[in-house]
Nanobody, 122 residues
């Protein structure tokens, strides 16, 4: 069994910052990669930023220079640091983790977090 818990969302003023967390627990070796996605009302879910435990990162053009992904292997937790937030960043944010599980065969399995609401408004 693997559990994901997202946290850190909330209401913030334009120009402000938030840090989202996504923690994995259960029968796992660790997190191998993360993708953060978001879905605004009436829109499709879109990729925001990602990283691998090898240190590779990438991000959507709309958030470059403002959002940063990081991984804490010891805590099995990933983060999305968001700064210079804009109203158009308002969405439900989801983490998607590629986890090395301790199941038979030690497979890599994809898991989604439950989502956390980020609202940017004055």
């Amino acid at each position: 069994q693997v559990q994901l818990v997202e946290s850190g969302g909330g209401l913030v003023q334009p120009g402000g910052s938030l840090r989202l967390s996504c923690a994995a627990s259960g029968n796992i070796f660790g997190i191998r990669a993360v993708g953060w996605h978001r879905q605004a009302p009436g829109k499709q879910r879109e990729f925001v930023a990602g990283a691998t435990n090898g240190g590779n990162t990438n991000s959507a053009d709309s958030v470059k220079g403002r959002f940063t992904v990081s991984m804490d292997d010891a805590k099995n937790t990933v983060y999305l640091q968001m700064s210079s937030l804009k109203p158009e960043d308002t969405a439900v944010y989801y983490c998607n983790l590629l986890i090395h599980t301790r199941q038979n065969g030690a497979p890599l399995v994809n898991y989604w977090g439950q989502g956390t609401q980020v609202t940017v408004s004055s």
